[in-house]
């Protein structure tokens, strides 16, 4: 079992920035990757970001260039620095991990930190 608490989220006016973490406890050794996903109000739940055990990154295309995910092993910690935030920004995030199964990945979910830009 893996347990994912975030935290960080707030009200930020547009162009600033915000730094989200994500702990990770538990069984975690198997983990092959952990990132970020949000959802804004009315929308469906999208990829901001990704990490691979390996330390590849994948960005979703509205944050490229603005946003940076980065990892600290010895914390069991992954961060997502938000830069130039707008006001699209806003939304649910979610901290996500995957573990690689032999039936196929499994996936963890934190309990969400709201970030809000008002226009």
């Known amino acids: 079992q893996v347990q994912l608490v975030e935290s960080g989220g707030g009200l930020v006016q547009a162009g600033g920035s915000l730094r989200l973490s994500c702990a990770a406890s538990?069984?975690?050794?198997?983990?092959?990757?952990m990132g970020w996903y949000r959802q804004a109000p009315g929308k469906q739940r999208e990829l901001v970001a990704t990490?691979?055990?390996?330390?590849?990154?994948n960005y979703g295309d509205s944050v490229k260039g603005r946003f940076t995910i980065s990892r600290d092993n010895g914390k069991n910690t992954v961060y997502l620095q938000m830069n130039s935030l707008k006001p699209e920004d806003t939304a649910d995030y979610y901290c996500?991990?995957?573990?690689?199964?032999?039936?196929?990945?499994?996936?963890?979910w934190g309990q969400g930190t709201q970030v809000t830009v008002p226009s």
């Open positions: 990490i691979t055990s390996g330390g590849s990154t």
């Open positions: 996500n991990a995957a573990e690689l199964r032999t039936t196929g990945y499994h996936n963890y």
């Open positions: 538990g069984n975690i050794f198997r983990i092959n990757a």
